[in-house]
């Protein structure tokens, strides 16, 4: 049981340059989340997908599209990469408990840097 | 105005001393839930604790609880026994709105605490 895992775990690129970070979950999650973290920021967030099929905006989607291709797999795009765009990247996925509780299980991260 | 304030960007505490990390919230909603995170350098985010608004006692979780003050809006992280692997950075995050099968977070800035033996 992997939990949450992303691809690459480092990245770099040049300005105008595209990319996709892989994210996939073995805990049968219905929703998953991506966010940046950048330095004193704490962790934004980028978009989510409540559930297979669905996808919505979150605080900040300027320069990203994502795809929910599967209930498993949930992916980040940078079209035209930016050095703003310099930033862990973390996906996350949730699921309902008996309690109410909808702890989020992050994976390990991203490591972008945009030159 | 921020949703969630972490007013210590540091905190030092000696090893087996308890240490309290400040949160404040902003909400107008009735539901909400608040949660703490850990991450240490190693940059994984590891969950330590959730509160409920509508929980009438405060959460615990081993040598974690959090000390919610609705009236007041804050959600203070109280770490007991410190313990050198407890250095870390430590994020609270809220949920907002009613329980709908998924929760958006919002994080605050962190507060990085060191512990020394």
């Known amino acids: 049981n992997a939990g949450v895992t992303q691809t690459p775990k480092f990245q770099v690129l040049k300005t105008g340059q595209s990319m996709t970070l892989q994210c996939a979950q073995d805990?049968?999650?219905?929703?998953m989340y991506w966010y940046r973290q950048d330095p004193g920021m704490g962790l934004r967030l980028i978009y989510y997908?409540?559930?297979?099929?669905?996808?919505d905006k979150g605080e900040v989607p300027n320069g990203y599209n994502v795809s929910r291709l599967n209930k498993r797999e949930f992916s980040l795009r940078l079209e035209s990469a930016a050095p703003s765009q310099t930033s862990v990247y973390f996906c996350?996925?949730?699921?309902?408990?008996?309690?109410?509780?909808?702890?989020?299980?992050f994976g390990p991260g991203t490591r972008l840097t945009v030159t | 105005a921020q949703k969630i304030t972490q007013t210590q960007p540091g905190m030092f505490v000696q090893e087996k001393e308890a240490v309290t990390l400040d949160c404040t919230y902003d909400t107008s909603d009735p539901s909400y839930g608040l949660f703490w995170y850990k991450q240490p350098s190693s940059g994984e985010m590891i969950f330590l604790i959730y509160?409920?608004?509508?929980?009438?006692q405060n959460a615990t979780e081993g040598r974690y609880s959090l000390n919610f003050q609705k009236a007041r809006k804050s959600a203070n992280l109280v770490i007991s026994a410190s313990q050198l692997g407890d250095s870390a950075m430590y994020f609270c995050?809220?949920?907002?709105?009613?329980?709908?099968?998924?929760?958006?977070?919002?994080f605050g800035k962190g507060t990085m605490l060191l512990v020394s033996p």
């Open positions: 805990m049968n999650h219905n929703s």
């Open positions: 997908s409540a559930s297979e099929g669905t996808t």
């Open positions: 995050a809220m949920r907002e709105g009613r329980d709908s099968g998924y929760s958006t977070l919002t």
């Open positions: 509160q409920g608004s509508y929980d009438q």
């Open positions: 996350a996925s949730s699921e309902a408990r008996a309690s109410g509780t909808y702890e989020q299980y």
